[in-house]
Nanobody, 121 residues
């Protein structure tokens, strides 16, 4: 129905930057909220940043001022610009989208497969 594919993860030194992208594909009627979550080893998955279809954003306190979420509605894509990265940002980052596919016209939550971000000290 709806597939999310993340890209842009990798290994970076502390203080560096990375930009994550997530593209939603399929027969999509609409996408409302999109966001990024992360899960470090032994920890629960947590919200990093979220953005509504109108562009309103929400960030976790741990990334405010360092990360920026944006989206391109025409391309069904959400981005996460990560600056001033810290070792504690190391995690698998997951994209999430609340989308309505044509096949059902029902709003569902979809997740990407995750992309690894590793920040070395």
């Amino acid at each position: 129905q709806v597939q999310l594919v993340e890209s842009g993860g990798g290994l970076v030194q502390a203080g560096g930057s990375l930009r994550l992208s997530c593209v939603a594909s399929g027969r999509i009627f609409s996408i409302s909220g999109m966001g990024w979550y992360r899960q470090a080893p032994g920890k629960q998955r947590e919200l990093v940043a979220a953005i509504t279809s109108g562009g309103s954003t929400n960030y976790s306190d741990s990334v405010k001022g360092r990360f920026a979420i944006s989206r391109d509605n025409a391309r069904n894509t959400v981005y996460l610009q990560m600056n001033s990265l810290k070792p504690e940002d190391t995690a698998v980052y997951y994209c999430k989208a609340d989308a309505t596919p044509y096949v059902s016209f029902r709003l569902n939550t979809y997740w990407g497969q995750g992309t690894q971000v590793t920040v070395s000290s």
